[in-house]
Structures are given as C-alpha cells and as structure tokens.
C-alpha cells in the first residue's frame, strides 16, 4: 500500500487562500514551515491539540474526484483546506499508525471531518458530502523535507514498491 504526494498547501492565516508548493519543511512537533496552525494563526488554533492532530492534514485526490463525479461539486485540491493531497493510498487506513512520506516520518491522528468553517471559506456545500472522507489529521514524528511527487508508505513498507 502506497501512494504519493500530489500537491502541498499552506495558508499563512485562518481563512486565507491556500498557497501550493513544490517543498516544504516539515516540523516534528510543530507542522508545516509557514502554515496557519505551525503558526498559531489557524481558525481552531486556540484549541490546541496534544496529540498534534493539526501539524499535518491529508485529503485523497480520489476523493475530491468523487465529489464532482457523484455531486457535481468542483472542489479544487487547495481548496479543500488540507495541507497534502495524495494519489493512490487509503488514507484511513494511515490512522494509528506512523508512515512516511518521503524521508518524513508521521503518524496518523484520526479522520479530519469536513466543517461549517470549509463550507463558509469556499461557499460550496460539501459537508454533508464529505462525511467519513474528510481525509485526516496526522502529527510529524520525524522532520524533514516534503516534496510534491514523495511517495507515501506505512512505516516498514517505504521500500517495497507500489
């Protein structure tokens, strides 16, 4: 099981448009270098999470296809509010257990639900839609470099081939 990096997003603040690039640091403890919650500037940044739920969030390009396939709603990946959209791997399947990304080791939190807050950032109705496929909330165990194209394994399975 392995899939890889698609696209990387930033947002410097809560509600700012969400900025693609090619790399990242990413930051054990803390998230990705320059984004709203490595910052402190997120919309739920006030309530912090000890099990470093915000340093890190995935959405599947799958995912997003399906919602125009099934919904017609075009949600475009930055659009979606998760710093990674990935190719090719079941997200869910990442939750409580560490994978990588690339030299990156992370560990996956829980499921990252869609909210009232994304529907009034993109002003497209994707809650109900997005229910059980919000992608998920990872924290950065190990830091280092992200990459668009950085393949994704399980802990263990980085050098078996996809």
Same mark, same amino acid.
């Not at 997003?9 to 690039?21: C, E, T």
């Not at 999470?49 to 390009?61: K, M, N, P, V, Y």
């Not at 165990?141 to 050098?159: H, M, N, Q, S, T």
């Given at each position: 099981?392995?899939?890889?990096? /698609?696209? *990387?997003?930033?947002?410097?603040? #809560? $509600? %700012? ?10 930051? #054990? ?8 919650? =490595? !910052?402190? %500037? ?25 919602? #125009?396939? /099934? ?6 990946? $930055? ?6 959209? !990935?190719?090719?791997? &079941? ?5 409580? &257990? ?17 909210? =009232?807050?994304?529907?009034?950032? !993109?002003?497209?109705?994707?809650? %109900? ?8 909330? %990872?924290? *950065? ?5 992200? &990459? ?10 980085? /050098?078996?081939? $996809?």
């Amino acid at each position: 099981m392995t899939g890889r990096v /698609e696209a *990387i997003y930033i947002s410097p603040a #809560a $509600g %700012a448009p969400m900025a693609a690039v090619a790399a990242v640091e990413a930051i #054990a403890g803390s998230g990705l270098a320059g984004d709203r919650y =490595q !910052t402190g %500037a997120g919309y739920y940044s006030a309530r912090p999470r000890a099990d470093g739920g915000r340093e890190l969030t995935l959405i599947e390009a799958e995912t997003l296809a399906a919602l #125009a396939d /099934e919904y017609g709603i075009a949600l475009p990946a $930055g659009a979606s509010r998760r710093n990674l959209t !990935t190719r090719g791997i &079941r997200l869910t399947e990442l939750i409580g &257990r560490r994978f990588t990304i690339g030299a990156v080791v992370c560990e996956g939190v829980d499921h990252c639900p869609p909210c =009232q807050h994304l529907v009034e950032v !993109t002003g497209r109705p994707v809650l %109900a839609p997005l229910v059980g496929r919000g992608g998920i909330r %990872a924290r *950065i165990v190990a830091g280092g470099w992200l &990459r668009a194209g950085d393949l994704i394994a399980p802990a263990g399975d980085a /050098e078996r081939p $996809g």
